[in-house]
């Protein structure tokens, strides 16, 4: 049975950091392409970026390039990110998702196995 499971989120000020990890089980993990989706109230899923299987290529969206890093242990079988100089319109639920195959990392479809997601709130 494949298990992600993120942890990390909370409330923080704005300006203020906070690190969500995706644990990952009931798979190989070092063969999935790991991506972080968000979900604010009201709003649909959006994607936030993505890391390759090997760690090697990473993918942002405009609005969080140079604030947010993602990364990967896969000897720990764990997906981190990193976020930074955090803002108000950060605050959705996050959610990490592995992609066997798909090619295109943005697209929710191409995701295999989601995790119930963290609530991250940023307040002004």
């Known amino acids: 049975q494949v298990q992600l499971i993120e942890s990390g989120g909370g409330l923080v000020q704005a300006g203020g950091s906070l690190r969500l990890s995706c644990a990952a089980s009931?798979?190989?993990?070092?063969?999935?392409?790991m991506g972080w989706f968000r979900q604010a109230p009201g709003k649909e899923r959006e994607f936030v970026g993505a890391?390759?299987?090997?760690?090697?290529?990473?993918y942002y969206i405009k609005s969080v390039k140079d604030r947010f890093i993602i990364s990967r242990d896969n000897a720990e079988n764990t997906a981190y990110l990193q976020m930074n100089s955090l803002k108000p319109e950060d605050t959705a639920v996050y959610y990490c998702?592995?992609?066997?195959?798909?090619?295109?990392?943005?697209?929710?479809?191409?995701?295999?196995?989601w995790g119930q997601g963290t609530q991250v709130t940023v307040s002004s």
């Open positions: 998702a592995a992609n066997r195959y798909g090619a295109g990392w943005s697209e929710a479809s191409e995701y295999d196995y």
């Open positions: 009931g798979l190989t993990f070092s063969s999935y392409t």
């Open positions: 890391i390759s299987w090997r760690g090697e290529n990473t």
